[in-house]
Antibody, heavy 117, light 107 residues
Framework: EVQLVESGGDLVQPGGSLRLSCAAS????????MAWVRQAPGKGLEWVAK????????AYVDSVNGRFTISRDNVKNSLYLQMNSLRVEDTAVYYC??????????WGQGTRVTVSS | EIVLAQSPATLSLSPGERATLSCRAS??????LAWYQQKPGQTPRLLIY???YRAAGVPARFSGSESGTDFTLTISSLEPEDFAVYYC?????????FGQGTKVEIK
């Protein structure tokens, strides 16, 4: 059974940093693209970052480019999102997503990030 | 960035009725268009991919179609469990984007 379990969300002050983790199991992690998607309170979905199978290629939405870093550890079967210079507008639930097909068809339950003073 | 404009924002219907949800792309997304369903407190569920293919386990009452840059999700006869928010999504061009969502609510 595919499982994606996020952790690391917290309350942080503007300008602070957090590192989100996503522990994956039930599939061959190194074989699939992964991504982070966020959802601000009461709002829609937004793709944040994506990473290829071996971690050599990634991409970010403009609003986080230069502040967030996506990475993966194919030995530990884990996906990460290092978030620096956090802003109030980064407040959201962050989902780890897996593309077993050509679309992201498995999602974790999410971890909540609140940026507030 | 490709903008996906969904309409209507809210659709008020009764069980058994037909639901038609629209998604208009600001430029071509080829066939790389999907639909997700999200219920309150739950994660998104992939329903339709590549415009018209149902994901595994998705009932046949859900169907997708296109006309140029206009895409449609149709639910032929609403079941109680279908009342949710629906998002279209394009993966043709990064940044991938979602539409703002259509809420299908019970009338």
């Amino acid at each position: 059974e595919v499982q994606l379990v996020e952790s690391g969300g917290d309350l942080v002050q503007p300008g602070g940093s957090l590192r989100l983790s996503c522990a994956a199991s039930g599939f061959i992690f190194r074989s699939y693209y992964m991504a982070w998607v966020r959802q601000a309170p009461g709002k829609g979905l937004e793709w944040v970052a994506k990473i290829n199978r071996d971690g050599s290629d990634n991409a970010y939405v403009d609003s986080v480019n230069g502040r967030f870093t996506i990475s993966r550890d194919n030995v530990k079967n884990s996906l990460y999102l290092q978030m620096n210079s956090l802003r109030v507008e980064d407040t959201a639930v962050y989902y780890c997503a897996l593309a077993l097909s050509s679309y992201f068809d498995y999602w974790g339950q999410g971890t909540r990030v609140t940026v507030s003073s | 960035e490709i903008v996906l404009a969904q309409s209507p924002a809210t659709l008020s219907l009764s069980p058994g009725e037909r639901a038609t949800l629209s998604c208009r792309a600001s430029q071509s997304v080829s066939h790389f268009l999907a639909w997700y369903q999200q219920k309150p407190g739950q994660t998104p569920r992939l329903l339709i991919y590549d415009v018209s293919y149902r994901a595994a386990g998705v009932p046949a009452r859900f169907s997708g179609s296109e006309s140029g840059t206009d895409f449609t999700l149709t639910i032929s006869s609403l079941e109680p469990e279908d009342f949710a928010v629906y998002y279209c999504h394009q993966r043709d061009t990064w940044p991938w984007t979602f539409g703002q969502g259509t809420k299908v609510e019970i009338k």
